[in-house]
């Protein structure tokens, strides 16, 4: 399929208000059959890819974002008559959050800067002390290293519900729009991540379970599983995508396993200064591609 005239390449990394109504009326014509009708059922996942982690003055942007979120988009317009359904998962952050600089001091009273990693042991000595949820603050850097093997990473202020950085690049929001009117379907829209007790990479479950909340989205696993294909694109690979697909690997029969499809081409990793992300994830995945997970580019046909 041909792009439609309103897409525009040069302004996927761009911020303006989307043309909805406009990808709407264009994507009423394109000619394609309801999404009902398809025999092969195709589902493209689109992980965070929000304003925050893609925009180039974004609270967390992802280095490759933007050309990653084209590829997505041209994806998307080249094959609308052939996926089923697009689901886009928003991360979704509230002021205070475990992860926030907001919720530690050190022994001066100093908050972390951005990229601080704490340690269980450092929490144990004082030098980090949660001003928030105490005795439950020093059980969650303990069992964050014991179950997720893995330390606790202080992030800079990202996604927060109500502001701009929440929101899906303009651009891909068309295309959503667009491809929801050609194949006469709801987009699905998951958002994670609002529990402050928590971090919430995988959009499938926290790293560290919180007793009041659901431990596992079991109703989106179930609405995966139902397609025969499962596309993933999306930011940043090195983490909500990485584990969004560990989820999908612990809990998924091989089978379904065998019907993923990772757009290598439309993800990237977070820059840290001293942590190499990249390869961190390019160890998980070439893992989990030898237990049968498919790697893809944008570029390469369905199937």
């Excluded at 709407?24 to 925050?52: K, N, T, Y």
């Excluded at 439950?136 to 330390?151: M, T």
């Excluded at 729009?177 to 479950?205: N, V």
């Amino acid at each position: 399929m041909a792009y439609p005239g309103f897409y525009a390449a040069e302004r996927v990394g761009e911020l303006y208000t989307p043309q909805s109504s406009q990808a709407i009326q264009v994507g009423r014509s394109a000619g394609c059959a309801p999404a009902q009708q398809d025999r092969q059922r195709i589902i493209l996942l689109l992980v965070d890819m929000q304003v925050d982690f893609v925009h180039p003055e974004g609270a967390l942007s992802v280095p490759g974002a933007v050309e990653d979120t084209r590829r997505t988009i041209e994806f998307i317009y080249r094959y609308a008559c052939k996926i089923t359904s697009i689901a886009a998962s928003l991360d979704s952050h509230l002021p205070l959050q475990i992860f926030s600089p907001s919720w530690w001091t050190d022994e001066k009273g100093e908050h972390p800067p951005p990229y601080t990693v704490i340690s269980a042991e450092e929490v144990s000595a004082g030098h980090w002390r949660p001003l928030y949820e105490i005795d439950w603050s020093k059980r969650y850097v303990q069992q964050l290293e014991a179950q997720s093997r893995k330390q606790l990473m202080i992030w800079p202020y990202h996604t927060l519900i109500g502001t701009p950085g929440h929101n899906l690049m303009p651009a891909l929001y068309e295309a959503i729009a667009f491809h929801a009117s050609a194949r006469q379907t709801q987009p699905i829209f998951l958002q994670k991540g609002d529990e402050p007790l928590t971090e919430h990479y995988s959009i499938l479950e926290p790293e560290v379970k919180v007793p009041r909340k659901a431990i596992l989205n079991t109703d989106f696993l179930s609405v995966l599983a139902s397609y025969d294909l499962i596309y993933i694109a999306g930011q940043a690979k090195s983490h909500c995508v990485l584990e969004s697909v560990s989820s999908m690997m612990n809990y998924f029969s091989k089978d379904i396993v065998a019907r993923i499809r990772v757009l290598d081409d439309a993800m990237s990793s977070v820059a840290h200064p001293t942590i190499d992300f990249e390869a961190l994830s390019e160890q998980a995945f070439a893992r989990y591609s030898a237990q049968g997970l498919t790697r893809r580019k944008t570029t390469d046909p369905l199937g």
